[in-house]
């Protein structure tokens, strides 16, 4: 319960998907969802900031856009429908406080 507490004082929002609150019990009775919500929600407070290099990770996202926007232009050529590519689905953009995780979402969904 020690710990509990001190991740809650920390940044680190103790609350699961469904909105109800992860403690000691569930880990202690091997509640399997809860417990990979939180050891997700300590990675990304504390690991995820560390370990990414936003810059390049930035590149990297745009390269991908890059290479999807000529794979579907060279589908285009040899479809031989030579005009305008499709555009891109849109999605709304994935909203997080910090950037890199945003940047990290926008580079899985790249």
């Not at 710990?3 to 000691?24: A, F, K, R, W």
């Not at 009775?29 to 930035?58: C, N, P």
Request: one cysteine or more; glycine letters at 4%; aromatic letters at 6%.
């Amino acid at each position: 319960e020690r710990s509990d507490g001190d991740l809650s004082e920390g940044c680190i929002d103790l609350q699961d998907d469904s909105g109800s609150v992860i403690d000691s019990r569930d880990i202690v009775d091997g509640h399997r969802e809860k417990t990979l919500s939180l050891l997700w929600k300590i990675i990304f407070a504390f690991q995820v900031e560390v370990i990414l290099d936003e810059a390049q990770l930035r590149e990297e996202v745009n390269f991908l856009k890059r290479t999807l926007r000529t794979k579907r232009r060279l589908a285009l050529v040899r479809a031989d429908r030579a005009g305008q590519p499709s555009p891109a689905k849109t999605r709304p953009p994935y909203q997080h406080t910090s950037a890199k995780i945003t940047l990290l979402m926008d580079w899985v969904c790249a």
